[in-house]
């Protein structure tokens, strides 16, 4: 599988949290797994590892967004512009493997295909900044 389908697929995952507790996801998991049956071994496994890093670091990731977002709280934004924004953010952030300029088109991509009318700007207005703050802070954005 390419890494854009792979990355939806992650977004569908992340996307889940907001409607199901945490004890409720790996169920919401094992289901979404079930769902997708040409997804290999190896494609289910990255997901899943990625899922969970991502989740390990949803409180930085979050801070961050909240410290970027003027005017908006992480709790008031719109559940499709937040997924994509944490997931952009996780691979801007902590994954080495991700060009920040990837990050920011396929998160934009994701907001033009899940998000509303004005998504595509919100995000990367905000990605933007983060991708700003990285680069002055010599690649590091938080501690």
Excluded: C
Excluded at 45 to 50: E, L
Excluded at 119 to 139: C, H, Q, T, W, Y
């Amino acid at each position: 599988m390419k890494r854009r389908e792979l990355r939806e697929h992650i977004f569908e995952l992340l996307f889940r949290v907001e409607f199901n507790d945490r004890d409720e996801m790996p169920e919401q998991m094992r289901l979404f797994f079930e769902s997708l049956p040409e997804l290999s071994p190896e494609d289910q496994a990255y997901m899943q590892k990625k899922y969970e890093r991502i989740m390990e670091k949803l409180p930085e990731i979050d801070k961050l967004l909240g410290e970027t977002a003027e005017g908006w709280k992480v709790s008031r934004m719109g559940k499709a512009d937040l997924t994509v924004l944490r997931l952009a953010v996780y691979e801007m952030v902590y994954d080495e493997d991700v060009p920040v300029g990837v990050a920011v088109n396929e998160a934009v991509e994701l907001s033009k295909k899940f998000g509303g009318d004005g998504s595509p700007a919100f995000v990367n207005g905000i990605l933007g900044r983060i991708g700003k703050m990285k680069d002055e802070a010599g690649a590091e954005v938080t501690e």
